[in-house]
């Protein structure tokens, strides 16, 4: 079992800055791939990016990508997101995921409870 919780969201405007972190529980977090999905009101959940275990690789959403950077720290049980350049249509709810198996939009063995980030314009 792996618990994940999701802190650092709020409040920005356009062009500013957070960071996303997502810490978990359990002594096996290094084993399992990150993700970083979000959902927007009335939207279906959009994969924003994750990175493998190891941290060697990454990938982002072509929405995201050059703006966002996903890192991890496995002597902290914690992944991170990094969002630059923030705009209007990033805002909704971040939710961080872990999967044993594989990275990508379908990833998805264990779910935190997500963080609203809402940027105005």
């Known amino acids: 079992q792996v618990q994940l919780v999701e802190s650092g969201g709020g409040l920005v405007q356009a062009g500013g800055s957070l960071r996303l972190s997502c810490a978990a529980s359990?002594?096996?977090?290094?084993?399992?791939?990150m993700g970083w999905f979000r959902q927007a009101p009335g939207k279906e959940r959009e994969f924003v990016g994750g990175?493998?275990?190891?941290?060697?690789?990454?990938y982002y959403a072509d929405s995201v990508k050059g703006r966002f950077t996903i890192s991890r720290d496995n002597a902290k049980n914690t992944v991170y997101l990094q969002m630059n350049s923030l705009k209007p249509e990033d805002t909704a709810v971040y939710y961080c995921?872990?999967?044993?198996?594989?990275?990508?939009?379908?990833?998805?063995?264990?779910w935190g409870q997500g963080t609203q980030v809402t940027v105005s314009s």
């Open positions: 359990g002594r096996t977090f290094s084993s399992y791939a």
């Open positions: 995921a872990a999967d044993i198996m594989g990275l990508g939009p379908e990833m998805g063995d264990y």
């Open positions: 990175i493998s275990w190891s941290g060697g690789n990454s």
